[in-house]
């Protein structure tokens, strides 16, 4: 089995910054790829970011390109550096993992397997 647990989040003023950090521990050798996921009221699930294990290829939706960082640590965590925040940034965050790549994930071949708990991420104007 495997676990997600996030941390981070809070509540900020826009143009401010806040970082989310992911633990996933388990059987983590069968997953090849993490992300980062956030779903506000109203709106449709949004992949935001993901990396592969190693740190490779890391991926960053248009919305948040240029403002948003994901990165894998020495540990193994997968931290989400979010700067310039936006009200529209406010959302539950979701660590979440897959077997499948990226890639497959992100083309909508394959989903994520395994979700954390969620984590407010509130940004007032």
């Known amino acids: 089995q495997v676990q997600v647990v996030e941390s981070g989040g809070g509540s900020v003023q826009a143009g401010g910054s806040l970082t989310l950090s992911c633990a996933v521990s388990g059987s983590i050798d069968s997953l090849d790829c993490v992300g980062w996921l956030r779903q506000s009221a109203g709106k449709q699930r949004e992949e935001v970011a993901s990396i592969y294990p190693g740190g490779a290829s890391p991926y960053h939706a248009d919305s948040v390109a240029g403002r948003f960082t994901i990165s894998r640590d020495d540990e193994g965590k997968v931290h989400l550096e979010m700067h310039s925040l936006k009200p529209d940034d406010t959302a539950i965050y979701y660590c979440?993992?897959?077997?499948?790549?990226?890639?497959?994930?992100?083309?909508?071949?394959?989903?994520?397997?395994?979700w954390g708990q969620g984590t407010q991420v509130t940004v007032s104007s």
């Open positions: 979440a993992a897959a077997r499948a790549g990226c890639y497959e994930v992100h083309t909508g071949v394959e989903d994520y397997d395994y």
